[in-house]
């Protein structure tokens, strides 16, 4: 293999590495750190950033932070915690359905942060093991976002079909397969969960903390709240409404013609316009303050997720770009025996990524530059979900600290965590499911 080609990996590697070890906006200000080395020290020429993918996701995350301001967020999350409470047997299946569905929605998976500690307490007085749900609920809140028509993830895969020329390859698509094909992976790896580790009342650490006082009986009803105002509901369904919308005019291209024109507008301009709107009309209808949209949580969280996108994928995108005749040249006989294989490539750039949507903007061209059909593609887009392997990740830890019965953890060897079980399972089989999906397609 090249040596320029090595160092130059090795320098990704590196500035992946230390953003992540910094977190949150770091890794994509790294990535910048990066593709700067790439540019001066190697003389790779740089490719054009991710505009489009950035504009996606810049209207979605206006249109969910003003429905946030507005108490949209918080309405949602009251649904789902009713949801979750109303078979507590059942909740190491219900809950990982709603965190998906919501997540799906809404397009991020951190909508799961309040629903952790409704799915421990309904587990625990149900005598379930908390680690069942709460490991799962939150895996599925990840697979969502793969199955989103509003994710970043989804964005990028638009982005890179409409860029390479794919005309017939849109949200449509996407959905039709990993709806279906991450669903079904939710759901099978929630029925093995079930019974994972000791029964709740057999686990010894849990039965010396009940002994020890250092947790209170299970009985007691949830601590009652205050109503939330009109505008809570409303900002969250006409939020829904525009998602709708998008969904709609993907599925249709005949609602994308402008009038008076004769062809269907691109779908990323589409989702920027319906998203601006609405977040517009939500602000205009429910009063919301301006200058309250950039605090709230899902504004910082989408902000991340954007200087992420633009650094690491840029990065990545150079990089290949750079080096494409080797790389293609060794990946090639593999994909074109093999296409399936791709989706190991997939995932573990997620596990050093920690994006969805950067791994996809950054590996996913480099699947079409190897002659992998569109249709595979999409059936392994869930194969970016591999965040969870090393177990640090902010919605893992999060779980792990709201399970206060010590169910959910991390392992004395680190991988053998809480969240290995489900992540594997529920990603291979949305990766399998979308294969046989595409196969019919």
Request: hydrophobic residues 55%.
């Amino acid at each position: 293999m090249d040596t320029k080609l090595i160092i130059e990996f090795l320098v990704v590697l590196a500035a992946i590495a230390i953003g992540a070890r910094k977190s949150g906006v770091a890794l994509g200000l790294w990535g910048g750190v990066g593709l700067f080395l790439l540019v001066v020290v190697f003389g790779v020429k740089p490719t054009s950033p991710p505009i489009d993918v950035m504009l996606i996701i810049l209207a979605v995350i206006m249109a969910a932070s003003v429905m946030e301001a507005a108490g949209g967020i918080d309405y949602l999350v009251r649904v789902a915690e009713r949801l979750i409470r109303s078979n507590p047997k059942q909740v190491t299946i219900i809950a990982p359905l709603v965190t998906w569905t919501f997540t799906f929605l809404a397009g991020t998976g951190h909508i799961v942060y309040p629903l952790l500690p409704v799915i421990h307490e309904v587990a625990r007085k149900a005598g379930i093991r908390p680690e069942r749900p709460m490991a799962i609920a939150t895996i599925a809140s990840q697979q969502g976002i793969t199955g989103s028509p509003v994710s970043a993830a989804t964005a990028a895969m638009i982005g890179l079909f409409a860029e390479h020329g794919m005309n017939g390859w849109g949200l449509a698509q996407i959905l039709m397969i990993s709806v279906p094909s991450t669903l079904i992976g939710v759901l099978f790896a929630a029925v093995l969960q079930t019974k994972v580790g000791k029964e709740l009342i057999d686990d010894p650490e849990y039965r010396a903390l009940v002994a020890s006082g250092a947790i209170e009986p299970v009985d007691g009803a949830a601590a009652a709240r205050p109503d939330l105002p009109n505008s809570a509901k409303y900002s969250a369904w006409i939020f829904l409404v525009g998602v709708a919308v998008v969904v709609l005019t993907g599925l249709f291209p005949q609602f994308r013609i402008p009038i008076g024109g004769k062809e269907a507008m691109g779908m990323p301009i589409v989702i920027e316009i319906v998203m601006m709107s609405i977040a517009a009309i939500l602000m205009i209808l429910f009063d919301v303050k301006a200058d309250l949209v950039p605090r709230t949580a899902t504004c910082r969280a989408g902000l991340v997720a954007l200087v992420g996108i633009f650094g690491l994928a840029w990065l990545g995108d150079t990089f290949i770009a750079g080096n494409k005749e080797i790389i293609v040249g060794q990946l090639s006989s593999m994909a074109t025996a093999a296409p399936w294989t791709f989706s190991f490539g997939l995932f573990f750039a997620s596990v050093l990524l920690y994006s969805q949507a950067a791994t996809a903007r950054a590996l996913m061209p480099l699947g079409v530059t190897l002659g992998i059909a569109p249709a595979a593609l999409i059936a392994m887009f869930p194969a970016v979900n591999g965040y969870f392997f090393i177990p640090t990740y902010g919605t893992l830890i999060a779980a792990i600290n709201f399970d206060r019965c010590g169910t959910t953890r991390i392992g004395r060897f680190v991988l053998n965590h809480s969240f290995m079980l489900p992540g594997l399972i529920s990603t291979a089989a949305a990766v399998a499911v979308g294969l046989l999906i595409a196969h019919l397609i």
